[in-house]
């Protein structure tokens, strides 16, 4: 499956921001999603997961309450809509897909077990 995610920008702290993951290929309700970030220097961190079916999602503790991930599987996109930004969530943000149905966890963090990447999106939060 091919990833093209999209919505990245420029945004004052306290604004809100949606990025999308648009996909093509192969069926897209067969695969987990997910959202990871990377910033300059940093390694790449776990954001957010959602299950095939769009009913379970798993969140990391620094975006809970702010962020909220979801999906379209009509249109093979996940989202990930993000307020109350923080300076601290500059990053480029990526979507990720997982062929499986196992509902997201705390496992959904490892990068190592999704199997497509889409290309990222800059996200840059000023204060």
């Known amino acids: 499956v091919q990833l093209q995610a999209s919505g990245g920008g420029l945004v004052q702290a306290g604004g809100s921001l949606r990025l999308s993951c648009a996909a093509s290929?192969?069926?897209?309700?067969?695969?987990?999603m997910g959202w990871f970030r990377q910033a300059p220097g940093k390694e790449r961190e776990f954001v957010a997961a959602i299950s095939w079916s769009g009913g379970s999602t798993y969140y990391a503790d620094s975006v809970k309450g702010r962020f909220t991930i979801s999906r379209d599987n009509a249109k093979k996109t996940a989202y990930l809509q993000m307020n109350s930004l923080k300076p601290e969530d500059t990053a480029v943000y990526y979507c990720?897909?997982?062929?499986?149905?196992?509902?997201?966890?705390?496992?959904?963090?490892?990068?190592?077990?999704?199997?497509?990447w889409g290309q990222g999106t800059q996200v840059t939060v000023s204060s």
């Open positions: 290929g192969r069926t897209f309700s067969n695969y987990a």
């Open positions: 990720a897909a997982d062929f499986t149905y196992d509902p997201p966890s705390v496992s959904s963090a490892n990068p190592e077990g999704y199997d497509y």
